[in-house]
């Protein structure tokens, strides 16, 4: 085993080397200094090609990001086009439906009983309006509706031309300007 502290064994580490280690000191770095340029001046070609590889290699990162970039704009404009065509068209119909069952859901079982009792509301008002006497009372109400108003649009012409026997038949039934008489 070698002992570490022991420098004379290595004599190339030791300070207390020869003059052919000083000799050494001086002429290590001389030609490591040569051989490097030596290397250099073949490896210049290959140090040039490298150098444009990177370049190549960076034009090529560059145009990807400048790629993505427009990609990226034409993708937030699609997102935005189809924004507006939502909000227009069918956006407003999905939040009307997400709107409905938010309200069903919040007021829970009180929802199939208001369901309930509008659709019986809906099938006793569709029954009477099919039931023969309800429509006979309509008609009658209707045809009464139209002689008032068709009165109220004669009263300004039998105040100038005085009574037609139309206007004196409404007029007895109204019981205006003394007839009474009947039809």
Sequence with gaps: MYDILDESQYSWI?????????????????????????????????KAQAQANAFRMQNLMQNAAIEEARNARYGDLANQMAGRIASLSWGPELDLDRQFATRKFQLGPEVEKMQAARKLQYESDR?????????????????????????????????????????????????????????
């Design 127 to 183: 029954a009477f309006a099919m039931d023969p006497r309800s429509r006979q009372l309509a008609d009658q109400q209707r045809k009464g509706n139209m002689e008032a108003e068709a009165f109220k649009n004669m009263l300004p012409g039998a105040a100038t031309f005085g009574p037609t026997a139309p206007f004196a038949s409404l007029a007895g039934k109204y019981g205006i300007f003394g007839f009474t008489g009947g039809k």
């Design 14 to 46: 030791s300070p207390k080397s020869s003059a052919k280690s000083k000799e050494m000191a001086f002429w290590g770095p001389v030609a490591g200094a040569a051989l490097g340029g030596v290397f250099e001046l073949f490896g210049a070609p290959g």
